[in-house]
T-cell receptor
Framework: GAVVSQHPSRVICKSGTSVKIECRSL??????MFWYRQFPKQSLMLMAT?????????EQGVEKDKFLINHASLTLSTLTVTSAHPEDSSFYIC?????????????FGSGTRLTVV | GQNIDQPTEMTATEGAIVQINCTYQ??????LFWYQQHAGEAPTFLSY??LDGLEEKGRFSSFLSRSKGYSYLLLKELQMKDSASYLC??????????WGAGTKLIIKP
């Protein structure tokens, strides 16, 4: 089945630094990938939709200059949290859908637990 | 606006059956998904319904009524490992997923 690999699984960084999170579709091509953020005991919040070869589409309230998204190939999207602050600490999850199999649903990466100290 | 409603938390006993309901109001409909999410982990796909009726997959079944904007996830022969959050999500007319807040299911021995 469709597999999405996300790295790193955990990262601790200092305030003001930047962190890059990678999301790869391993056995299918994903023209679109999705980046979510999830705070404790809350549901998934869509941050942005990453489109291969074009600019990402950000949800209302998400700062595009702070959360840089690059989708340079059909199998790789990256999210860079720039100038991280403690309030950016969260669980970040990417997902992609194998467009050849709608019934399979969206496949999620394993998530990245970001802690900003 | 678009809205997905599901109970915040449910408790059930090991070996029993539990039904988690989901109601939705969305701009268009291209299917409804159920996902399971254990604490600290990413969601995993459970089921997809696009036509009315019941889809059975082992101990888990999912039902959809498009006219009522209603779905449920039925879990049979509950096991302790089924303790998790269950997320209902609807794909709207733009093929975007609209997520419910999730139902935390607590299984007691």
């Amino acid at each position: 089945g469709a597999v999405v690999s996300q790295h790193p699984s955990r990262v601790i960084c200092k305030s003001g630094t930047s962190v890059k999170i990678e999301c790869r579709s391993l056995d299918f091509q994903a023209t679109t990938m999705f980046w979510y953020r999830q705070f404790p005991k809350q549901s998934l919040m869509l941050m942005a939709t990453s489109n291969e070869g074009s600019k990402a589409t950000y949800e209302q309230g998400v700062e595009k200059d702070k959360f840089l998204i690059n989708h340079a190939s059909l199998t790789l999207s990256t999210l860079t949290v720039t100038s991280a602050h403690p309030e950016d600490s969260s669980f970040y999850i990417c997902s992609a859908r194998d467009s050849g199999s709608i019934s399979y649903g969206y496949t999620f990466g394993s998530g990245t637990r970001l802690t900003v100290v | 606006g678009q809205n997905i409603d599901q109970p915040t938390e449910m408790t059930a006993t090991e070996g029993a059956i539990v039904q988690i309901n989901c109601t939705y109001q969305t701009s268009g409909f291209n299917g409804l998904f159920w996902y399971q999410q254990h604490a600290g982990e990413a969601p995993t796909f459970l089921s997809y319904n696009v036509l009315d009726g019941l889809e059975e997959k082992g101990r888990f079944s999912s039902f959809l009524s498009r006219s009522k904007g209603y779905s449920y996830l039925l879990l049979k022969e509950l096991q302790m490992k089924d303790s998790a959050s269950y997320l209902c999500a609807v794909m709207d007319s733009n093929y975007q997923l609209i997520w419910g807040a999730g139902t935390k299911l607590i299984i007691k021995p």
